[in-house]
């Protein structure tokens, strides 16, 4: 007669600790691979968002003659019925309340995905280059953003001219505005959520990603309408 001995199911503690050893292995390694394509994700988003807005602020440029937006359509204090250059997502305002807004599809395009280093975002996540495209240059101050003395001719090298930018409050400040005029925040600056850097749209519609120490934070070469005196 055939006698059989029973054999043992299941794993042992040596095999178990075995199996999750690799299994944090695993996830140590794919880990860092999601979180860095989440976050390439929402910068091709972000981006995506920007290029939806300058070319709304282009159509703007063929139905006012050419001329830029200001950033907003009536003086402090603000009332119901003043408009920003964008709506401000923490708000109620909706894209008939803003200056650029009927040429934009969705009021999502002007929230930025990533919301990391964001000051109010009731403010808006995308920065205006108002020292140029509305003063160009001068210090006039905030109460005459309301009228814009600039015309698309004025631009020399529009795909050298920023445009939009990646903000922490909604406005743009130039590396010579904030140095200048002191008075000037520092939310461009702050603005760089995206791998350390900025999603930046410039006047001719297209968008690029600018990382620290670059061309887009040493110097006002790529915003201002006069390239003459700066160097890139």
Known sequence: MRSFVARKTGFTLIELLVVIAIIAILAAILFP????????????????????IT????????DYGQRTPPYFNALLPYRPWVKTILPWPGTQMKLSDSIIGSYIKSIGVTTCPEKR?????????YGYNTIYLVMNGIDIGMWDWTTSVVKASMIQVPSKTVCFADSAD????????RVQWP???NSTAMGNRHNNGWNVSFCDGHVKWYGQNSAFSKNDYLWALDKINYRR
Not at 37 to 52: D, E, P
């Open 33 to 52: 691979i999601f979180t860095q394509a989440k976050a390439s994700a929402k910068t091709s988003a972000c981006s995506s968002n920007l290029k939806q």
């Open 117 to 125: 280093r964001v000051w109010h975002d009731a403010w808006g996540f």
């Open 183 to 185: 008075g000037w925040n």
């Open 170 to 177: 909604g406005t743009a400040c130039s590396p010579r505005s």
């Open 55 to 62: 070319q709304a602020w282009l159509s703007y440029l063929d």
